[in-house]
Every structure is written in C-alpha cells, then in structure tokens.
C-alpha cells in the first residue's frame, strides 16, 4: 500500500479512532504514540555504534590508501577491506531497522491501530555538506551533526514500516512535521529542546520524542498542535533486538 498524505480524503471512520502518530529520529528511530494512552520508544543507539565505529574504520583505511600508489597490491587490498567493510554495516543496519520496524507493528496491531500518521522528515538532510554553502548567513551545525543526519536511514525504515503495516491493512499517512518538536501543546510557546526532555515554562514536561509523536497526532486530527484529550498513560522502551 503507498504513502499517502493527509489532504482530507481519507475516511472518517479512520481519522477518529485507532491512531498512532511517529516521531522519526536519529537517536530514538520510532517514538510513537496511539490514542489508546500508550506511547512506545524503539531506540537506535545499536546503529549509531555500527555507524560510528564503520566511520572510524573508513577513515583509518583511506589514510593509509593515501600513501599507496593508485593500483597497486595494497591499495587494492585496501580498496576491498572498504568495501566489505561497507558491505557489512549495510547489512548490520538492515538488519537493525527490519527490527525496529517489525516491534512497532507488533505494538499498534496490539494496539488495535488502523492508522498510522508519520512527521515527513524530507529535507533534513539538506545543507549537511559543509562546502559551497549558497547562503553564507545559515547556521552551520557541527562535523558531527552533519555526518549523523547525513547518514540518517529514515528512508529505508519507512519503506519497511509501510508494507509491514499494509500487510496488517494498516494506513501510513505522511504528514508535515515543522515546529512539532518545539511547540508546547498547552501554551503554544516555541521553544528548541535541550537534552532528553521538553519543558516549557507553563509547566508542561514530556519526553523530547513522545512529545513530537503527540503533536503530529494532533496536527493530524485536529489541522493544529494543541492538547490532547487523552494523556500517556505508559512509555514502553524497546531495543531493535533482545
């Protein structure tokens, strides 16, 4: 079943029962929340260590490459230690996010969700190149922060989310996420999180993810970030594998 976006068509029925709403993130994959008061967080801090430790690698071998001569034994040798290198953590992190994929269907088909609202993250991963910046005056992020969001599977995760949701009739709605994760639902107030936590002046407090996942559930249903009116009841935390 395709991707769909929240233009208005969808039946009603599903616009008002059995939904769960996905925050995507680098450091926690799927941070979900269903109308049932249950919120489930599968963390993706395995495939970071698989990221991070591949780079590690890449970067020792290409400086050794570099003293080589260009077609010679060792750098031929070095050239395949690249590739299967790659090759590996390619498969490592397929293998992560079949997982990470796989416990959140398991969870909003106990759930009993029929719809599914997912933050569009397209775009994100623009302007991590930190050469030929066209607009000289945009904020620079880190080395760091540009290579993480650079290597950002979120694609390949949702491509697994939607034909495993569609094979339990489960609809996948895409919708825009801009100011999700910085607007307070209670006072309306933006403000950018700092550490794992968001809180707001007026005393509003919810884990950083969840919160996001909250008010793409509201921008769904309601056309606006707003309270909700039911609260999480339970955070469930999951690792992709046991």
């Given at each position: ?22 925050d ?15 919120a ?6 395995k495939?970071?260590s ?7 690698k ?7 490459r ?14 395949c ?101 910085q ?60």
């Open positions: 079943m395709a991707i769909s976006y929240d233009d208005g068509t969808q039946p009603r029925e599903n616009l008002n029962r059995g939904i769960a709403a996905i995507m993130g680098e450091i926690h994959g799927i941070a979900a929340v269903a109308d049932t008061g249950e489930l967080v599968v963390t993706s801090r495939l970071r698989v990221k991070r430790l591949r780079n590690k890449f970067k020792e071998i290409y400086q050794k570099s003293r080589c001569k260009k077609g010679s034994r060792k750098w031929k040798k070095y050239t230690a690249i590739a299967r290198i790659g090759s590996k953590t390619d498969n490592q992190q397929r293998d992560i996010l079949h997982k990470m994929s796989h416990k959140f269907v398991a969870w909003a088909n106990d759930q009993g969700v029929k719809t599914t609202v997912v933050g569009d993250v397209e775009g994100v991963q623009r302007n991590t190149s930190r050469r030929n910046k066209k607009n000289l005056k945009q904020k620079r992020h880190s080395r760091g922060l540009n290579q993480k969001m650079s290597q950002w599977p979120f694609g390949l995760l949702l491509a697994y989310l939607t034909y495993k949701l569609a094979a339990l009739g489960i609809d996948l709605i895409k919708i825009d996420e801009s100011y999700t994760t607007t307070c639902p209670v006072c309306g107030r933006k403000k950018k999180p700092s550490g794992r936590m968001y809180q707001c002046h007026c005393g509003y407090t919810c884990h950083r993810d969840v919160h996001g996942a909250r008010n793409i559930y509201a921008k769904h249903k309601y056309g606006e970030i707003r309270a909700l009116d039911w609260s999480i009841e339970n955070i469930k935390y999951l690792r992709p594998a046991s």
